[in-house]
């Protein structure tokens, strides 16, 4: 036995997330600062009125945030005509993303846009939408921090000592069911939590996150073994605890070809519904890349990819390529996951979202976090439940991956 010292919170994540301090409108010019860094932003050019919607995800509004913007404010808080905004909205759209919106003077979009050398800024340039031009400027854009800045870390403000056992083994591996066929793509289905960890509890009938993403990662299974065209492991197939590298370690140790987590989210308002598709954030990949270009054994960093012998100015490339492929392969089948749920899962407004989440972060596994839906909101949590919703969330899975590995087989 050892004593490992477990840090626990006071305050809330959102306590330390970066503050919107100030947003600088100068004609075409559009500032925003933060006193940290953020996970990255996202614009959306709109119409009917004309508006550009900014999303800073990782980020909270300060109570005190500074709007400028060059002509003379009115007493409604718009702007004179002469600048391409006449007024500055902000609002926190969800725990963790603020919105701002610039209401424009004419139709607009961002032409371009970065974040400061140190990531505490937000530059962007506007234009005017003249005739055609909506089919030559991207309607929707990312903007991430530079590589290499994070945010703080969270203050741990006490800690307290607990005996825990010793680090066990590497857990063994489940059972791959669907046949021998080792040219059937694997996938393997993480249901998020699990043991002594419930996850998030509903308010409504005390549903628990760990009982309804075993429930639906069963379902799953059921339906892509079904197709006859995959097979397919499930982290856990009863009520156990694993550790977060443990989940995606287990893919990788299969060598699947596709990793799906599922999990159920919830909110401190009841009014946040639907599910949401996550992928690994350039950022997050930026710094899991560096870590495995540092190890000391390189020969199983990368599936299929030797890099014990490999000059060490060569390997950070090729293991940043490799991130790169799975990367955007994950965004592949998040994208079919979309399509083949629309109609039949109920997604959130920008329900394609980048994060750094533990799962995620397999170099080699294509992979996904699939939030299925707000156990805090009461339709929610009566869908997640029942055998009908979950049916549609297999069903949907089922009909992706299908796709997304008959895709895969035309491109070889």
Request: charged share 20%; no cysteine.
């Given at each position: 036995m050892m004593f490992t010292t477990l840090l626990f919170m006071l305050a809330s994540s959102l306590a330390n997330a970066a503050h919107v301090r100030d947003i600088?409108?100068?004609g075409s010019k559009v500032?925003?600062?933060?006193?940290?860094?953020?996970?990255?932003?996202?614009?959306?050019?709109?119409?009917?009125?004309?508006?550009?919607?900014?999303?800073?995800?990782?980020?909270?509004?300060?109570?005190?945030?500074?709007?400028?913007?060059?002509?003379?404010?009115?007493?409604?808080?718009?702007?004179?005509?002469?600048?391409?905004?006449?007024?500055?909205?902000?609002?926190?759209?969800?725990?963790?993303?603020?919105?701002?919106?610039l209401d424009m003077s004419a139709p607009t979009a961002v032409k371009s846009g970065y974040f400061s050398s140190d990531g505490r800024a937000l530059h962007l340039a506007l234009a005017p939408l003249v005739g055609g031009q909506r089919a030559n400027i991207s309607l929707n854009q990312l903007f991430q921090p530079p590589a290499g800045f994070a945010a703080k870390k969270v203050r741990k403000p006490y800690s307290v000592s607990v005996r825990l056992p010793k680090a066990k083994k590497q857990i063994g591996l489940p059972n791959i069911l669907g046949g021998n066929n080792k040219n059937k793509?694997?996938?393997?289905?993480?249901?998020?939590?699990?043991?002594?960890?419930?996850?998030?509890?509903?308010?409504?009938?005390?549903?628990r996150e760990k009982d309804i993403t075993l429930a639906i990662a069963k379902r799953i299974r059921d339906q892509l073994l079904a197709t006859g065209r995959v097979r397919v492991a499930l982290t856990r197939d009863d009520d156990k605890y694993l550790v977060l590298t443990e989940r995606y370690s287990i893919a990788r140790r299969l060598n699947a070809d596709l990793f799906i987590s599922v999990h159920a989210d919830s909110a401190g308002s009841e009014a946040a519904k639907g599910a949401t598709v996550y992928t690994l954030s350039e950022v997050a990949s930026d710094r899991e890349t560096a870590k495995l270009a540092a190890r000391e054994n390189k020969s199983d960093v990368i599936r299929g990819l030797d890099l014990s012998g490999a000059d060490p100015n060569i390997s950070p490339i090729l293991i940043d390529l490799r991130q790169r492929e799975t990367m955007n392969l994950s965004s592949d089948f998040a994208k079919l996951l979309l399509r083949e749920g629309d109609g039949r899962m109920n997604f959130r407004t920008y329900s394609h979202r980048f994060a750094s989440f533990v799962v995620l972060k397999a170099p080699d596994v294509p992979s996904i976090l699939l939030e299925t839906g707000y156990l805090t909101n009461a339709k929610d949590v009566s869908r997640l439940s029942s055998r009908a919703g979950q049916n549609q969330i297999a069903d949907s899975v089922a009909d992706a991956v299908t796709v997304y590995f008959a895709r895969q087989l035309a491109l070889r």
């Open positions: 600088n409108v100068d500032v925003i600062t933060f006193d940290d860094i953020v996970v990255g932003a996202k614009t959306l050019t709109l119409s009917g009125p004309d508006r550009i919607a900014i999303d800073i995800e990782g980020g909270t509004l300060h109570k005190g945030v500074n709007t400028r913007s060059q002509g003379s404010p009115q007493s409604n808080g718009s702007y004179a005509r002469n600048n391409m905004v006449s007024k500055i909205r902000v609002a926190q759209f969800a725990p963790d993303t603020a919105r701002i919106v793509p694997l996938v393997v289905i993480d249901a998020g939590h699990g043991g002594h960890d419930p996850g998030a509890i509903s308010p409504h009938g005390g549903k």
